[in-house]
């Protein structure tokens, strides 16, 4: 039921966790501009020293790069690390309160995989700090990767251990989870978790030079991998037969956007293993294949995207949650896909028309394409600005809906 508060963060919901995991993904889409634009030899990623070597080498051009993607970094960092331990904070609180109890029994139950999903995000935007701002990290990096993979597994438990509560509640019971509420893909947020933490796990492969640890990267995250593309398969058919029938939650709109950064994800985790797969097992993909596997996702992010735009727009969400009086913590949904498009299109463009050649890397058209992701994430940014001042700066009175 919607109520009253001095702004509308503070009526809390776990949806908030996904303040911290939009920032955390803008960090990254900033990050894509080192990972593409400046030379890394040696390693598979960019790391300190070759931001300096492309600083000292390089005109006005590179150096307005260098110093956008690395303010554009540190900035949205911090705001992923702020916005996690407030959601941290208040989830504390929120535990002890009648709404969350209440919450345990309903399908919204997996709003609460919003917390390892944001965590497994901030881990991989940790990573990243460390490559463009801690001098010769590449040196100790072997000594890190098993660390990370004990961070990630043990983020995977908590997502697990939340997810057969809820499922273990749903189908042990039985007449307790409520079909023509599940008009959404709401029910998405487990499996997205699960990718989140997957694509973690996958990093080592692709950048261990050790057999152990790229074998453990590959298994490891093969498995959470496979569980999240099972999970969000049954979940999104069983969704979308209710939508068929009741039509889709307004307030949970957004949540028809989630494949498309599911996607993203997905297909980053994949990427990196066939990295893996190649350095250290001689397991070749052509870069052919790479370009047609990236087509293949972006055409279905696509897809997605228009449908849940259609739907947004018809439902008039803007004007109800976005321009009018009603807020939604769900509304922060909307940065992900942006980013994940942002993202899978810097891929698409280098590992994928560069690579099998059908664009030449800095050419015209390959700057074309390169502005489409720009414009995604300069937008994603706006939004973030956006959001965070109507749900975290403005006082007096302001009515929340808090999504389903």
């Known amino acids: 039921m919607a109520h009253t508060a001095t702004r509308p963060a503070d009526a809390y919901s776990p949806l908030y966790f996904l303040a911290s995991l939009g920032a955390g993904g803008l960090a990254v889409t900033f990050f894509m501009y080192l990972m593409f634009w400046v030379p890394h030899p040696g390693q598979p990623v960019p790391v300190f020293e070759d931001l300096l070597r492309a600083w000292s080498a390089h005109g006005i051009a590179m150096k307005t790069s260098l110093v956008i993607a690395v303010t554009g970094i540190a900035g949205f960092a911090f705001l992923n690390v702020k916005m996690l331990i407030w959601n941290l904070t208040e989830m504390s609180k929120f535990k002890k309160t009648e709404g969350y109890a209440k919450l345990r029994k309903t399908n919204g139950e997996t709003q609460l995989l919003a917390m390892p999903l944001a965590l497994a995000m901030t881990v991989n935007v940790g990573f990243i700090v460390g490559l463009v701002f801690v001098p010769q990290l590449w040196s100790v990096v072997e000594y890190l990767f098993p660390l990370a993979m004990i961070a990630f597994l043990a983020i995977a438990v908590l997502a697990l251990r939340q997810i057969g509560q809820f499922l273990g509640r749903v189908l042990a019971e039985g007449g307790v989870f409520d079909v023509t509420a599940n008009n959404s893909f709401a029910q998405l947020l487990p499996a997205f978790a699960l990718a989140m933490v997957a694509v973690g796990l996958a990093a080592p492969a692709a950048m261990s030079t050790q057999s152990v640890i790229v074998g453990s ?71 052919a294949e790479t370009l047609m596997l990236l087509t293949q996702i972006l055409a279905v992010q696509f897809a997605f995207g228009l449908l849940g735009l259609l739907v947004l727009k018809r439902q008039g969400y803007a004007d109800a949650f976005l321009r009018g009086p009603g807020n939604s913590a769900g509304a922060y949904a909307l940065v992900c896909p942006g980013v994940a498009l942002s993202v899978m299109l810097h891929f698409w463009i280098n590992k994928g028309l560069v690579a099998a050649g059908l664009i030449v890397k800095f050419g015209a058209a390959y700057w074309a394409f390169t502005a489409v992701a720009l414009a995604f994430q300069i937008a994603m940014v706006l939004l973030v600005i956006y959001l965070n001042r109507r749900h975290f700066g403005r006082t007096g009175s302001a009515q929340v809906v808090p999504a389903e």
């Open 217 to 287: 990267s590959l298994v490891l995250s093969t498995v959470i991998g496979t569980v999240a593309a099972v999970y969000a398969t049954i979940a999104a058919v069983t969704a979308f037969n209710s939508m068929l029938h009741h039509g889709t939650a307004k307030e949970s709109g957004p949540t028809l956007l989630v494949i498309v950064p599911l996607l993203t994800v997905l297909g980053i985790m994949l990427l990196r293993q066939n990295h893996g797969l190649h350095t250290t097992f001689e397991v070749h993909a052509a870069d």
